[in-house]
C-alpha cells in the first residue's frame, strides 16, 4: 500500500519526495520524446501541405488535356427570338444571314366531343375502355376539313410502339401512354365542358406524324366507342386534329434553301448547332471563344505556382538567422523540385512547328523564384494563330491526314511517336439478307410473329396484318417493328432494313464488329420474310498494325501495341494497306497529371512517407511505456528504500526514548537517590 503521509520517523513526506525523484527522472527523458514527435508531427503536416498542392496543381491540368477546349467557339444570333445557336469545337469563324419563313411542327391530337358523345366525358376518372393502342410514325396525307384519311407512309427510322391499357379511364389512358416513355405525352384538358384527351407527338416533322390503331377489349376496333374512339388511321379517325405534323418553311442561310424536319439544325452548317424559336430573319455571328482554355492555363499557372511557393517556404533557409523550413535538406522534396523543373524545361517531345515549349506561348520560369510568369498578349496571339499548335503543348494528341481515321485515346503506356497504320480489314455490320422476295400479306396469326436475334439479344415481334404496296413498305414495318423491340431498346441495339437488287430483304445490325449479327431464330412470318435459307454474314473488327505491330479491333477501333500500346484510333472507311501514319504526341499537362498521379496514389511516395513517419510516431510510444514501467521500478525501488529508511529512523528513535528513559531513572554517580 502506498504511503500518503509523512514519515512516522523521519517526518519526511515520502510520497512527495519519491514524486519528485520520479518526475526528475521523467521530464527530460518525455521532454526529448516529445520534441522528436513534434519535429515529426511537424514533417507529417508538412508533407500534408506538400500533398496538397500537387493534388491541387492535378486539379486543374483537366482542362488543359481536353482537346476541344483549344478549339472553342461561341454562336451568337442577332435575333434570339428567330433562332439561338451553339458551335462546337473546331466549328470556325465566320458569319451568316438567316431566315425562317415557318417552323416545323409536330403532330397532335385530341378527344372531340362535338363530334362523338362518347367523348363526352366530365372528368379524368370517366372511363374510355381498355385494350391495346400501336402507335406509329410516318407521313399522313389527311385533309381535317372533310375527315379525309387518305394515306400513310411508315417511317422506317422510328420505331412502333405499343401500349397495354387496363385502366380505361382518362386517367388511366394518360398515365399508361406517359409511363410508357414512346415519343408521345398524354394530358388531360378542360374545355370547360368536358375533360378531353390530348396526345402530342415528341418529335417534330412532317414524316413524323402519328397513326394509331387499336385493339379493343370491346371487340370492335373502329366504332367510335370504347378504346377505339382514339381511333386515327385509315379505317377510323375519332380524333381531332388540333395541329399537322410539318417541316420548316422558307429557311434560307446566305439564300440557300434548307428544309429541316426539326427545329434544331445540326448539319445545316458545320459545327454548329442552330435551333429555331421563331420567324424572322437574324444575323449569325460565329468566332472562337478563348474564355475557357485562358482561364484552364491561368489556373494551371496559378496553381503550379502556389506549388513552387509552397516548396520554397517548406525548403527555406536564412543564413543570418539560421531559420530553416521543416523540410529543408529533405530528399523527397529536392527530388520533386527537380523534376517538376525538368518536365517545365524541356520540349515537348515530338511536337513540331513554332510552338515546343511554354515560352513560345508566353510562358516564363523566373530564374529566382522558379514561378511561371505568362504574358497575356502573347498567350491569346498563339491561341488564335495555332490553337491546335498550343493544345499540342499540353494535351495527349494524335493526327493523322486520313479523313476516315481519328485519334481516340492513349494511356500513359504509350511512347510518344510517329506510327505507320497500315489497315488489312475494314470493320463490317452483322447482316441476314433472304433467299427470295418476301410474301406482302401479313395475316394475323398465320405469318406476323417473328422471333430473332440482334447482336447476341433475343426479341419477339407481331407485324401489322395487311398486304404491303411493296417490299420497301414491308421494310420499313419490319425495321420500325424491330427496333420498338423492349428488348433491344434497352439494350441499345437496332437495325437497317432495306431491299436488294433482286428484292430480297437485307437486315443489317447498327453496329460494326465480331458481336454484330443478325439471325431469324423463329415464328411463323420467317419463312415468308426470308424464305427457307436465308443468308448470315457475322461483322468483322477492323484489322491491321500501327507502327509495324499488329494491332487488336474491335468493332472500328483499333488498338496498338508495343510502343503503340493503348493507342486507340477509330477507322470509319477508305482503302485497305497503307494509311500514312499517325503523330502521338504527350504535352505538359498529359505528362505532369502522370507524374503526380504516380506521386499521390496509394502506392506512391507520400504514402511511404506517411507509414514511416507514422511508425516512427508509434514507436516513441512505444518508448513512452519503456521509460513508464522502468519508472515505475525505480518509484517502488526508491518507495521501498525510504519506507526501510522510516521505519529504522523509527526504531532508532524508539531505542533512544528507551534508553533516555532508563538513564532517567539511574542514580547520579557518587550520591544518592531521594
Do not use: C, W
Not at 59 to 85: F, H, I, P, Q, W
Not at 342 to 363: E, F, K, M, S
Not at 426 to 450: F, R, V, W, Y
Amino acid at each position: 500500500m502506498a504511503i500518503t503521509s509523512a514519515g512516522i520517523g523521519s517526518g519526511i513526506d515520502i510520497n512527495g519526495l519519491v514524486s519528485q525523484l520520479v518526475e526528475a527522472q521523467r521530464k527530460p527523458q518525455m521532454q526529448r520524446l516529445d520534441i522528436k514527435e513534434g519535429r515529426l508531427q511537424s514533417r507529417l503536416s508538412a508533407f500534408g501541405t506538400l500533398k496538397g498542392a500537387l493534388a491541387s496543381l492535378q486539379d486543374a491540368l483537366g482542362g488543359l488535356k481536353d482537346l476541344s477546349s483549344y478549339r472553342a467557339y461561341t454562336a451568337t444570333s442577332s435575333n434570339e427570338s428567330v433562332l439561338t445557336a451553339s458551335a462546337a469545337a473546331g466549328a470556325g469563324a465566320g458569319s451568316y444571314n438567316i431566315s425562317v419563313g415557318g417552323l416545323a411542327t409536330s403532330h397532335r391530337l385530341a378527344t372531340d366531343p362535338a363530334t362523338n358523345v362518347n367523348a363526352r366525358l366530365a372528368s379524368e376518372n370517366d372511363v374510355l375502355g381498355t385494350g391495346v393502342l400501336t402507335f406509329r410514325f410516318g407521313t399522313t396525307t389527311y385533309d381535317p376539313a372533310t375527315d379525309t384519311y387518305t394515306s400513310f407512309v411508315q417511317n422506317a427510322d422510328q420505331a412502333v410502339r405499343t401500349v397495354t391499357i387496363t385502366d380505361g379511364s382518362l386517367r388511366g389512358i394518360r398515365d399508361a401512354i406517359n409511363e410508357a416513355d414512346i415519343g408521345v405525352s398524354a394530358s388531360i384538358i378542360y374545355d370547360g365542358s368536358y375533360a378531353r384527351l390530348s396526345l402530342s407527338v415528341a418529335e417534330t416533322g412532317a414524316a413524323n406524324s402519328l397513326e394509331i390503331t387499336v385493339q379493343d377489349d370491346d371487340g370492335n376496333d373502329t366504332d367510335a366507342s370504347g378504346l377505339s374512339l382514339l381511333a386515327f388511321n385509315s379505317a377510323a379517325t375519332h380524333l381531332q386534329q388540333l395541329q399537322a405534323a410539318s417541316d420548316t418553311t422558307g429557311v434560307t442561310i446566305d439564300g440557300i434553301p434548307v428544309s429541316s424536319a426539326s427545329n434544331v439544325l445540326r448539319d445545316s452548317i458545320s459545327g454548329l448547332t442552330l435551333t429555331l424559336t421563331g420567324t424572322g430573319s437574324t444575323t449569325l455571328t460565329v468566332s472562337q471563344d478563348k474564355s475557357g482554355i485562358t482561364q484552364a492555363i491561368g489556373d494551371f499557372v496559378e496553381k503550379f505556382n502556389s506549388l513552387v511557393d509552397t516548396i520554397n517556404e517548406l525548403s527555406s533557409y536564412d543564413p543570418e538567422t539560421g531559420a530553416a523550413g521543416i523540410l529543408n535538406g529533405d530528399g523527397v522534396l529536392r527530388s520533386i523540385q527537380g523534376q517538376l523543373r525538368r518536365l517545365i524545361g524541356q520540349p515537348v517531345a515530338g511536337v513540331t512547328g513554332a510552338y515546343r515549349v511554354l515560352a513560345d506561348i508566353g510562358i516564363t520560369v523566373d530564374s529566382k523564384t522558379g514561378r511561371l510568369v505568362k504574358d497575356d498578349a502573347k498567350l491569346a496571339q498563339a491561341l488564335g494563330d495555332d490553337p491546335d499548335a498550343v493544345a499540342a503543348l499540353f494535351a495527349a494528341r494524335g493526327s493523322i491526314a486520313d479523313p476516315f481515321i481519328s485519334y481516340e485515346d492513349a494511356s500513359d503506356q504509350t511512347r510518344v511517336g510517329s506510327y505507320a497504320v497500315n489497315i488489312t480489314q475494314l470493320a463490317t455490320q452483322g447482316s441476314l439478307t433472304g433467299a427470295a422476295a418476301p410474301n406482302l400479306t401479313i395475316t394475323a396469326g398465320s405469318n406476323d410473329s417473328l422471333s430473332l436475334t440482334v447482336d447476341g439479344v433475343d426479341a419477339t415481334i407481331t407485324l401489322s396484318p395487311g398486304s404491303y404496296a411493296s417490299a420497301a413498305d414491308l421494310a420499313a414495318e419490319l425495321q420500325a417493328r424491330i427496333n420498338g423491340a423492349s428488348a433491344l431498346v434497352s439494350a441499345g441495339v437496332g437495325v437497317k432494313v432495306t431491299v436488294d437488287a433482286s428484292g430480297a430483304l437485307v437486315i443489317t445490325s447498327n453496329a460494326y464488329g465480331s458481336e454484330s449479327a443478325v439471325s431469324f431464330t423463329g415464328g411463323n412470318a420467317m419463312t415468308g420474310l426470308v424464305g427457307t435459307s436465308p443468308v448470315a454474314v457475322t461483322g468483322k473488327d477492323v484489322a491491321g498494325t500501327i507502327g509495324g505491330v499488329a494491332a487488336s479491333g474491335d468493332g472500328q477501333y483499333l488498338t496498338g501495341a508495343g510502343d503503340a500500346r493503348d493507342l486507340r484510333i477509330k477507322v470509319t472507311g477508305g482503302a485497305l494497306g497503307s494509311r500514312g501514319s499517325i503523330a502521338f504526341t504527350r504535352g505538359y499537362a498529359v505528362k505532369l497529371d502522370e507524374m503526380l498521379g504516380g506521386m499521390l496514389d496509394g502506392d506512391g511516395v507520400f504514402s511511404s512517407i506517411t507509414e514511416s513517419i507514422q511508425g516512427r510516431i508509434e514507436r516513441l510510444d512505444e518508448q513512452r511505456e519503456v521509460i513508464d514501467r522502468r519508472l515505475q521500478a525505480y518509484e517502488e525501488r526508491i518507495r521501498r528504500q525510504f519506507i526501510a529508511m522510516d521505519a529504522m529512523v523509527a526504531q532508532m528513535q524508539a531505542t533512544g526514548n528507551f534508553l533516555a528513559q532508563q538513564l532517567a531513572g539511574l542514580p547520579p554517580i557518587g550520591g544518592r537517590r531521594n
